[in-house]
């Protein structure tokens, strides 16, 4: 079973970056497709995808709302996947979390929550106006 922790949230102005860092322990990561999500804490919100990248970063897929401003990207030799935030905005707030998907790494489309089988504890990103 593979355990993953994130790093590299913080508070940052609009149009700032971030970059955020998954590092994977107790598992191979170049046999897991990987994901980052994310969840606002607006009541109701629901957990939602934002990338997602194939075991070898060959397939990439992003969500429509970060398209353009986010980069997700991965080093198998350090067991580590990295999400790269630019230009962002108050509406990327959130708690990102990463996820290994153990059941298929060539697919570049899979997007559901429950598809993903392995989660770290999440990273805080708040982005001021």
């Known amino acids: 079973q593979v355990q993953l922790v994130e790093s590299g949230g913080g508070l940052v102005q609009a149009g700032g970056s971030l970059r955020l860092s998954c590092a994977a322990s107790?598992?191979?990561?170049?046999?897991?497709?990987m994901g980052w999500f994310r969840q606002s804490q607006t009541p109701g919100k629901e957990r939602e995808f934002v990338?997602?990248?194939?075991?070898?970063?060959?397939?990439?897929y992003y969500a429509d709302s970060v398209k353009g401003r986010f980069t997700i990207s991965r080093d198998n030799a350090k067991n580590t996947v990295f999400l790269q935030m630019n230009s962002l905005k108050p509406e990327d707030t959130a708690v990102y979390y990463c996820?290994?998907?153990?059941?298929?790494?060539?697919?570049?489309?899979?997007?559901?929550?429950?598809?993903?089988?392995?989660w770290g504890q999440g990273t805080q990103v708040t982005v001021s106006s």
């Open positions: 996820a290994a998907d153990r059941a298929t790494k060539y697919t570049t489309y899979r997007i559901g929550i429950d598809q993903y089988t392995y």
């Open positions: 107790g598992g191979t990561l170049s046999n897991y497709a």
């Open positions: 990338a997602r990248v194939t075991w070898n970063g060959a397939g990439i």
